[in-house]
C-alpha cells in the first residue's frame, strides 16, 4: 500500500494552492511607499568605448529623481565572481573586473550604460531617449575560435587577450591518455556543439531596494535561489554594507533553472541607488532584458576521442573544450565548464584514463553561467554522444557496449577525482528497457515506414555529482564560500514547528517535502509543520538552491536539528514520567517508557518546554529550539537510463518526440510525486535543447534570438506522456536521508537521447550522417539527409 504521509507519500504540493488561485507573493508583487522607478539604457553594440554621455535634458524631463551612470560608481567595488579556477600551469585566471555600470567601455549588447532613475516608469523611458550617447564602435568578437586567434579584438583591454584559463584536468593523465589513444585497437572521434541558451523562467528577474536611515539598514526583495550569497556578495564586495545592516528577501520565486543564483548588476543598482536616494528604487526585468541580461547557459565547443582495445573495453577519453564565458565573470562561471563537467567524464563507465582540457573564452556576449544541470548535461552529452558513435562504427549493439564497460563495485574512484559511493547502472538499464518496451520497437519502425516516416531510437545512460558542497572539496577547487546548509526547528508551546531553512524554493515543493521529512521523525501530522526560507532576517545562514542539494544538504541539516529537538524532549518527558532518559522513545507523537504503558503526549512535552513547572531548570534550560549546521563528507551521485523514439519526416526534416522513457536511481525517494514532476520538466527542457533552443549571435555581436519571436521552447504538444521509474535505489551512504537528488537529472539525460535517435532516424532511411548539432530543427536535419 502506498503511504499516506511521512517520507515516501505523494502529498500533494501545499503551495500550489497559492500558485494556483493567484495569491502567491512574488518580488514584483511587492511595492514600497514611494517607491521610485528605474531603467536601465543599455548598449546596443557588442563592442565599443563610449566617448561621451550628457544625461543634462534628460534630468530635468518630468518625473525624473536622478540619473546614475558609471561615473557614480568610481570607487564601488565589481560585481564578484564566486569561483577562481587555477589553470594547467598554475596560474590562476584572468578575473576582470565588471562594473555595476559601464565604465568607458561596453562589452555586449545589453551592458547597462545608465540607470534613470524616476517617479514612474513611463517617464524614466522617456527620460532615457533623452539621453545624449555617443559610442564608438569596436569590432567585436563573438566565436571562440576567433577570439583565440593573434590580433583579436581585445574584450578586456587590460589582460592580455581573451583566454580566462587553460585548464587540465587530470594533468598528469595526460601523457598517459595520449599513448593510449595512439595504440588503441580502436578510436571513435566526434566534434560536437553544446548550443548556447536562454533559462526563460516563468518569472522575469525584478529588484526593490529600501533604505531605513534611522537604523541605516537596507532591504532588498530579489528573485533569488540564494538570498544569503547575494548578501554576502553584495554587502561585502560591491556595496560595503556589513551584513547586519542587510537583509536580503526572496520570496516566491517564478523558476530559476540557475540563472537567478548569481548575484547580478541590477540589484547592487537598486540597493545603492535607495540609499543614495533615502526612497525605495525598484526595477522589473522586461522579457526584451531578460534575454539581454540573465546569464546564458551552456555554449562549449568540443573535440571528444574515445578509444577501445580490440574487445571492445573503454581504456582512455580526451576532450578538448572551448567554454564560453561572454564578457564578464558571473558568479559560477569558471566552476562550470571544469570542476563541474570534467569531474564527471567518467559517467557511468570503468574508463581507466582521462584527460579534460577547457579553454575559457572572453567574447562580446551576454555572460554565461549554470543552467539546470550545470556541467554535468554538457559531459554526458559529449560522452553519451561518442560511445552511441564508436558503437555504430564497431557495428554493436549500442546498450550492449555500454552494458560492457559499467561499473560494477562500489564505491568506485574514478579517474577524475570523485569516488561513486554507491549504484547500479545494470539495474537502471534493465529496468530502462522493460518501461520503453525496447523489444518492441522494431514493430513500431515499421509502422513509421508504412506512414513514409523515419523512426530512430536512442538510448543514453548518465551519473551526475549533485548535493553540491563538501566545503573543504569545494574550497580547495577554488570556491570562495562554504556550501553547507543550516535548518532553526523552533517548537511552539503547543507542539506546531516553525523550520528555518537556507535552502530556497522556486519551484522544489520545498514546503511539502521538508515537513514530510520532520513530521515522520516526530510522529506529527504534517500541516503542525511550517517552513521558513528566503530571508535572511530569519533564516541563521544558508548556500541556497541549485544542483540538486535542497534534500541531501538543507534536508539533512533539518534531520540534524530535528535530531537535538528530540534527544532534548526526551529529556524533558523523562522527568514528567519519572523515568531514566534512556528508557524513552519517540513514536507517532507519543514518549513512552519502554517495556511500560506510561505515557505523554508531543504537545504535553512542548508545553512542558516554555511552562517548566515540572523539571529542574539547572538540568534543563527552557524551549525547545535547535539549529544544526550540515556538511557532508561527499558529492551524491545520481544515475540513470533514458530512451527516446523519434519519428522524421524525411520531406520536411521535422522531428517528433514519440514517446520517452526514463529509469532513474535517485536513492530514497522523500515524495514520489514531486520527483516524477522534477523529472518531467527537466526532460522538456533536455528536449528543448535538443530540437529547438538556440541562443544566436551574428559576426557584430547582435543577438538574433531575442525574443519568443526568435527563440523557440517547447509547448505541451512538443513532448509526448512520459514513462517515468524510480524504483532504482541505492541509497547514498553519506547523508542521513540517504538521498541523492533529482532536480537535474531529466536535463542531463536526455539531449543525448534526443540526439542519438534522430541520428538512428535518419541512418534507418539510408543516410550517412553520423552526428548532427543541437538543436535539431528540421531545416538542419533537412540539410543533413540532402547532403
Not at 507573493?25 to 539604457?41: E, G, K, P, S
Not at 562580446?364 to 539546470?372: E, G, I, L, Q, S
Not at 518496451?437 to 543514453?460: H, M, P, Q, T, W
Not at 557584430?700 to 524504483?727: E, I, K, T, W
Request: glycine share 10%; hydrophobic share 40%.
Amino acid at each position: 500500500m502506498p503511504k499516506d504521509h511521512g517520507i515516501g507519500a505523494s502529498s500533494k504540493r501545499r503551495e500550489d494552492v497559492r500558485f494556483l488561485t493567484g495569491t502567491g507573493n512574488y518580488t514584483d508583487d511587492i511595492n514600497a511607499r514611494n517607491q521610485a522607478y528605474v531603467h536601465f539604457l543599455r548598449s546596443d553594440v557588442a563592442h565599443g568605448r563610449i566617448t561621451n554621455i550628457d544625461t543634462t535634458a534628460a534630468s530635468e524631463m518630468p518625473g525624473v529623481v536622478r540619473i546614475f551612470t558609471g561615473a557614480d560608481f568610481e570607487g564601488i567595488g565589481s560585481i564578484p565572481c564566486g569561483w577562481q579556477v587555477t589553470d594547467r600551469f598554475g596560474e590562476v585566471m584572468h578575473e576582470p573586473p565588471h562594473p555595476v555600470l559601464a565604465q568607458g567601455k561596453v562589452r555586449h549588447v545589453g551592458d547597462p550604460i545608465a540607470a534613470i532613475v524616476a517617479d514612474t516608469l513611463a517617464e524614466a523611458r522617456d527620460a532615457a531617449e533623452a539621453i545624449e550617447l555617443d559610442i564608438e564602435e569596436l569590432p567585436a568578437v563573438v566565436n571562440m575560435k576567433d577570439a583565440l586567434k593573434d590580433g583579436a579584438p581585445k574584450v578586456h583591454d587590460d589582460l592580455p587577450g581573451n583566454l580566462c584559463y587553460d585548464w587540465g584536468f587530470v594533468e598528469e593523465n595526460r601523457d598517459a591518455v595520449d599513448k593510449a589513444i595512439k595504440e588503441a585497437a580502436h578510436v571513435t572521434t566526434l566534434e560536437l556543439v553544446n548550443n548556447r541558451l536562454v533559462a526563460n523562467p516563468m518569472e522575469p528577474r525584478v529588484a526593490l531596494g529600501e533604505y531605513n536611515r534611522a537604523n541605516d539598514e537596507s532591504t532588498l526583495y530579489t528573485t533569488s535561489q540564494n538570498p544569503h550569497v547575494i548578501r554576502l556578495l553584495m554587502g561585502a564586495f560591491v556595496l560595503g554594507i556589513p551584513e547586519h545592516k542587510l537583509r536580503v528577501v526572496a520570496p516566491d520565486v517564478g523558476g530559476g533553472f540557475g540563472t537567478k543564483i548569481f548575484h547580478y548588476a541590477e540589484e547592487a543598482f537598486c540597493t545603492f541607488a535607495a540609499r543614495q536616494l533615502a526612497r525605495p528604487v525598484k526595477w522589473t526585468s522586461t522579457r526584451s532584458e531578460a534575454f539581454m541580461s540573465d546569464a546564458h547557459g551552456r555554449d562549449h565547443v568540443t573535440k571528444i576521442e574515445l578509444a577501445l582495445d580490440k574487445d571492445n573495453n573503454f581504456v582512455a577519453l580526451r576532450t578538448d573544450t572551448l567554454a564560453n564565458m561572454g564578457a564578464y565573470l558571473s558568479t559560477f562561471a569558471p566552476s562550470v565548464p571544469t570542476w563541474l563537467h570534467g569531474t564527471l567524464m567518467a559517467g557511468n563507465y570503468k574508463t581507466p584514463l582521462i584527460y579534460v582540457n577547457v579553454k575559457a573564452v572572453f567574447t562580446n556576449t551576454v555572460p554565461v553561467d549554470a543552467y539546470r544541470g550545470a556541467g554535468r548535461p554538457e559531459a554526458t552529452y559529449q560522452l553519451e554522444r561518442v560511445v552511441d558513435k564508436a558503437a555504430r562504427e564497431l557495428g554493436v549493439d549500442p546498450i550492449a557496449l555500454r552494458r560492457q564497460n559499467f561499473i560494477t563495485e562500489f564505491p568506485y574512484q574514478t579517474p577524475v577525482a570523485v569516488e561513486y559511493d554507491t549504484g547500479d547502472y545494470t539495474a537502471t538499464m534493465d529496468k530502462l528497457e522493460e518501461i520503453a518496451d525496447i523489444a518492441g520497437f522494431a514493430a513500431r519502425r515499421k509502422e513509421s515506414e508504412a506512414k513514409g516516416r523515419l523512426r530512430g531510437l536512442g538510448v543514453n545512460c548518465y551519473i551526475e555529482a549533485c548535493g553540491i558542497a563538501p566545503s573543504n572539496l569545494v574550497g580547495q577547487l577554488g570556491a570562495r564560500a562554504g556550501l553547507y546548509e543550516s535548518a532553526t526547528v523552533r517548537v511552539n508551546a503547543t507542539g506546531s514547528i516553525s523550520v528555518m531553512t537556507g535552502s530556497h524554493s522556486h519551484g522544489q515543493g520545498h514546503e511539502t517535502a521538508f515537513p514530510q521529512v520532520v513530521a515522520e521523525m516526530l510522529g506529527i501530522p504534517e500541516d503542525q509543520i511550517d517552513i521558513v526560507h528566503g530571508d535572511t532576517a530569519r533564516v541563521p545562514m544558508g548556500m541556497g538552491t541549485y544542483g540538486s542539494r535542497s534534500l541531501a544538504v538543507g534536508g539533512s541539516a533539518m534531520v540534524r536539528a530535528t535530531e537535538k529537538i528530540i534527544n532534548k524532549a526526551k529529556k524533558i518527558a523523562s522527568h514528567l514520567m519519572e523515568a531514566s532518559e534512556a528508557d524513552i522513545e519517540l513514536k507517532d507523537g507519543q514518549f513512552t517508557v519502554a517495556g511500560t504503558d506510561k505515557s505523554v503526549a508531543w504537545g504535553d512535552v512542548t508545553l512542558a518546554a516554555y511552562v517548566p513547572h515540572n523539571y529542574p531548570l539547572e538540568d534543563i534550560e527552557p524551549g525547545l529550539e535547535e539549529t544544526a549546521f550540515y556538511d557532508p563528507s561527499n558529492f551524491t551521485y545520481p544515475s540513470g537510463a533514458y530512451a527516446c523514439e523519434v519519428e522524421l519526416d524525411p520531406e520536411t526534416g521535422r522531428v517528433t518526440v514519440e514517446r520517452f522513457s526514463a529509469a532513474d536511481d535517485f536513492g530514497n525517494i522523500i515524495n514520489p510525486m514531486i520527483v516524477s514532476g522534477q523529472v518531467h520538466g527537466g526532460i522538456a527542457q533536455g528536449v528543448g535543447q535538443a530540437l529547438m533552443e538556440s541562443c544566436v549571435y551574428d559576426e557584430n555581436g547582435q543577438l538574433l534570438s531575442a525574443s519568443y519571436m526568435d527563440y523557440a521552447m517547447p509547448r505541451a504538444d512538443d513532448v509526448p506522456f512520459y514513462s517515468v521509474d524510480h524504483s532504482c535505489v541505492t541509497p547514498c551512504t553519506h547523508n542521513p536521508l540517504g538521498v541523492k537528488g533529482c532536480g537535474e537529472a531529466g536535463a542531463i539525460g536526455s539531449p543525448p537521447a534526443v540526439i542519438n535517435a534522430v541520428v538512428d532516424a535518419m541512418q534507418s532511411g539510408g543516410h550517412d550522417v553520423t552526428h548532427i548539432d543541437m538543436p535539431a530543427s528540421p531545416s538542419r536535419v533537412w540539410a543533413a539527409m540532402n547532403g
